[in-house]
């Protein structure tokens, strides 16, 4: 397939390795145009993905005429913040019933759309899916094994992005959940911040499963409110993703949280990361919903506490673990309070 993907980070250069892999015909454009010239010379994101040399059948370009003539699929990996501009100045150049697929992770502030709608919203002659899971773009460009899930309002869309993007180290499974995939894949950005400000504190492994643990209850309650499925947040794009980002050296927004924990401004951790960290996006949208579908998110609460109102990172973990007492699941029954 002749296939466009719109940005040129990290993630973007790791899935056009990925789609080289299975021949199709790939075109990465970049508004920067240092970024262009530096893949054009090197083949090779030196300063996002260094280590990772694409081959030298793929295009780059800065001109949008260029990279959207006539392609049969669109992959927009650009960072969440930049979704609404980026799908609004190509909207021109879109076929009707163009697949475009969503591979960025977050929630619009101030509309808190998920970003499928963003895109419909800018693009609404394209044919819009959605793709998340367990996959930072250092492994998947180093074509370690890992799987994913597609989300798409039909399953022949679905069925063609799976067939597309899946090899033999990146299984690809199909979802009608649009819903529950794409705030698994944003909410997860938000806990993982926190995981990251417990390992900046010192806290222990404890502490980081406790996170991961009720962070995924935090995210199953919202999403199941908003329409989600609740297997999908057992699945890639909930506890999946939300293992990986809590966990590995390669996340973006543990790293983040380290910093923070540290000491260190949310705005001062991003400019140390040197790449957009989208919990930072995501989490006022995220407490936003919270409030609008009346439920409780402590650990979304305490990290924009922590990020927006100069609330001490130290004082978190206090403030979580002495919060009323509860039973863990609701719904749940004692055998004495049915005698």
């Not at 959940?177 to 417990?198: S, Y």
């Not at 004082?315 to 009323?324: E, F, G, P, Y």
């Amino acid at each position: 397939m002749k296939i466009t993907i719109l940005g040129a980070g990290s993630w973007g250069v790791a899935i056009a390795k990925l789609l080289t892999c299975n021949q199709h015909d790939v075109t990465i454009w970049s508004i920067d145009p240092e970024e262009v010239a530096m893949l054009t010379e090197y083949c090779e994101q030196k300063q996002k993905l260094p280590g990772v040399i694409l081959p030298g059948t793929v295009h780059y370009t800065g001109a949008l005429e260029t990279a959207l003539a006539d392609p049969e699929m669109v992959v927009i990996a650009v960072p969440s913040p930049f979704v609404r501009t980026t799908a609004k100045s190509v909207a021109s150049f879109i076929k009707k019933g163009t697949v475009i697929v969503s591979v960025a992770k977050g929630i619009e502030e101030g509309t808190l759309l998920r970003l499928s709608q963003v895109i419909s919203e800018e693009i609404p002659q394209a044919d819009v899916a959605v793709l998340s899971g367990p996959s930072h773009a250092e492994e998947v460009g180093k074509c370690l094994g890992t799987t994913v899930v597609v989300g798409a309002h039909s399953h022949a869309t679905a069925r063609l992005v799976q067939d597309t993007f899946m090899t033999d180290f990146f299984r690809v499974y199909t979802s009608p959940d649009m819903v529950g995939i794409e705030l698994g894949g944003a909410l997860k950005n938000v806990i993982a911040l926190a995981a990251g400000i417990a390992d900046g504190l010192g806290c222990g492994d404890n502490t980081k499963a406790a996170l991961i643990t009720r962070g995924i209850v935090e995210i199953s309650s919202l999403g199941t409110k908003m329409g989600g499925n609740p297997a999908t947040f057992s699945g890639l794009s909930g506890i999946g993703d939300l293992i990986v980002t809590c966990a590995s050296k390669h996340s973006r927004n543990r790293r983040a949280g380290v910093l923070i924990g540290q000491g260190m401004s949310y705005q001062d951790a991003m400019n140390e990361v040197k790449m957009v960290v989208e919990g930072v996006y995501s989490a006022k949208a995220a407490l936003m919903l919270a409030k609008k579908y009346n439920v409780t998110m402590p650990i979304v609460e305490i990290v924009n506490k922590i990020l927006f109102e100069e609330f001490p990172a130290g004082d978190a973990l206090n403030v979580l673990l002495t919060r009323d007492k509860k039973s863990e699941i609701s719904g749940i029954s004692w055998d004495d309070d049915q005698a």
